[in-house]
C-alpha cells in the first residue's frame, strides 16, 4: 500500500496511526503542499478533492482519512477496530462524524488558522473546538474509550487534531479526561507521533 | 422503533428518508426545538449532544443521522445500501464524511442562518457549498450515484440539504448533474419528501 500525506495533517496522520496500530507494510509519498502538488493534475487524478491523504492498494485508490480506516479495519479484519454489530458501528460512526464536523470545524480549523492563516473566524472555532471538547470531556468520565470498552477507529479519528489543539489556541488544560485519553492512545503498541508544528510557522501566524 | 425529529431538520429528513426507503415501521416523535425540548434534561439523556435525530429501537440508543443510517441499513441486512467490502464500505464512508463536513456547514449553515440567525458568516458558508457543490457536479458526470452503481446511503446523507441549499440563498441552477441526481432520488420507492421551510420563516432572517 502506499499512502499520500504529509506530515502535517492531522488527517494524514490519523491515517499512519492507524497503519502503525494495525501493523500493516506501508510505503509513504510526502505531498508538497507548499508548492501545491496535491492540486496538481496527477494528483487530482487520484482525489478531484485535492486533499490528503490518499490510499493507493493496488489499483484501489481510496481517499478521505475516515475512508481510509473503514478500509483498512475490514481489509485487515481488524472488527475490534471497527465492529460489524449494527450497534458497534453505529458507535464508531457516531464519532466519525464528529471527526469531519465539528473536530474538522474546530480544533482543526483553529490549527490552520494559526499555521497558515487559513480564513476562518478564529473565535468561531476556537468556541466550536472547546464546545465539541466539553463533551468529549463528559463521556469520558463514563468510559475509557469513545465507542466501546476497547478503542477503535473513532478514538483514532479523534486523536490527531484534539492533541495538537494547542496549536491553535485551544487549550486543553480544563480537560483532564481528555488528557489521560490522549495518553492511552500513545500507550497503544504501534503508537505513530504526531509532529509538533515548527515554532517559525506558529511564529509568523 | 421510535425516531426523535424535527420536520425542518435535513438531520432528520435523511433518517426520515432511509427508513421510508427502507419501509422501516417507526414512530415519529416531535421534539419542539422552538421551545428548547433538545436541551431538556430528559433529551440530553438520551443524546448529550442536545441534537435531533435520535433513534431508540427497544434499549439501544443511537444518536447522530449518519450513525443511525448505518444502524438501520446493517439491522436490516440492506448491504446495498451499505456495502460491507472494504472497497464498498469505504466509497459510502466518503460521503458520510463530506455529509458530516463541507455539507453540514456548507448549505446546511447556510440554511441554518436564513431559517434561524445562525452565527456563521453566509458568505463563507455559501462559497464552502458551491466549492462542494463544484465537487459533486464534477463526479456525477461519470455516475448516477454517489458511491456506487445503485443508491446507498451515501446518496441518502447529502440529499436533504442540497434539496434545500436554495432556502439557504445558494443556487442550485448551475448543478445540472446535482438537479439529475436529486431527481433521481425523488423518483426512489418509498420516497418521503422534505418540507420547504414556511415562508415566514425565510422572510424574517
Given at each position: 500500500?502506499?499512502?499520500?500525506?504529509?506530515?502535517?495533517?492531522?488527517?494524514?496522520?490519523?491515517?499512519?496511526?492507524?497503519?502503525?496500530?494495525?501493523?500493516?507494510?506501508?510505503?509513504?509519498?510526502?505531498?508538497?503542499?507548499?508548492?501545491?502538488?496535491?492540486?496538481?493534475?496527477?494528483?487530482?487524478?487520484?482525489?478531484?478533492?485535492?486533499?490528503?491523504?490518499?490510499?493507493?492498494?493496488?489499483?484501489?485508490?481510496?481517499?478521505?482519512?475516515?475512508?481510509?480506516?473503514?478500509?483498512?479495519?475490514?481489509?485487515?479484519?481488524?472488527?475490534?477496530?471497527?465492529?460489524?454489530?449494527?450497534?458497534?458501528?453505529?458507535?464508531?460512526?457516531?464519532?466519525?462524524?464528529?471527526?469531519?464536523?465539528?473536530?474538522?470545524?474546530?480544533?482543526?480549523?483553529?490549527?490552520?488558522?494559526?499555521?497558515?492563516?487559513?480564513?476562518?473566524?478564529?473565535?468561531?472555532?476556537?468556541?466550536?473546538?472547546?464546545?465539541?471538547?466539553?463533551?468529549?470531556?463528559?463521556?469520558?468520565?463514563?468510559?475509557?474509550?469513545?465507542?466501546?470498552?476497547?478503542?477503535?477507529?473513532?478514538?483514532?479519528?479523534?486523536?490527531?487534531?484534539?492533541?495538537?489543539?494547542?496549536?491553535?489556541?485551544?487549550?486543553?488544560?480544563p480537560y483532564d479526561k481528555v488528557q489521560d485519553?490522549?495518553?492511552?492512545?500513545?500507550?497503544?503498541?504501534?503508537?505513530?507521533?504526531?509532529?509538533?508544528?515548527?515554532?517559525?510557522?506558529?511564529?509568523?501566524?
Amino acid at each position: 500500500m502506499k499512502l499520500h500525506h504529509h506530515p502535517i495533517s492531522g488527517h494524514a496522520h490519523r491515517v499512519r496511526l492507524l497503519l502503525g496500530l494495525l501493523g500493516v507494510k506501508h510505503e509513504l509519498i510526502e505531498v508538497d503542499l507548499s508548492k501545491g502538488a496535491h492540486k496538481s493534475p496527477a494528483f487530482l487524478a487520484l482525489n478531484p478533492f485535492g486533499q490528503i491523504p490518499v490510499l493507493e492498494d493496488g489499483d484501489i485508490v481510496i481517499s478521505d482519512s475516515n475512508a481510509i480506516m473503514v478500509y483498512l479495519a475490514k481489509k485487515t479484519g481488524a472488527t475490534d477496530w471497527l465492529p460489524e454489530t449494527p450497534e458497534g458501528a453505529a458507535r464508531v460512526q457516531r464519532w466519525l462524524s464528529v471527526a469531519a464536523g465539528q473536530i474538522a470545524f474546530g480544533p482543526g480549523a483553529a490549527r490552520l488558522v494559526t499555521l497558515f492563516g487559513a480564513p476562518f473566524n478564529a473565535d468561531e472555532v476556537i468556541e466550536r473546538a472547546h464546545a465539541i471538547l466539553r463533551l468529549i470531556e463528559d463521556h469520558l468520565k463514563n468510559q475509557n474509550w469513545l465507542a466501546s470498552d476497547h478503542p477503535t477507529i473513532a478514538d483514532i479519528a479523534l486523536y490527531s487534531y484534539v492533541a495538537r489543539a494547542p496549536e491553535g489556541n485551544v487549550d486543553l488544560s480544563p480537560y483532564d479526561k481528555v488528557q489521560d485519553w490522549l495518553s492511552r492512545i500513545e500507550a497503544l503498541p504501534g503508537f505513530v507521533p504526531f509532529m509538533h508544528a515548527p515554532a517559525e510557522l506558529l511564529a509568523s501566524a
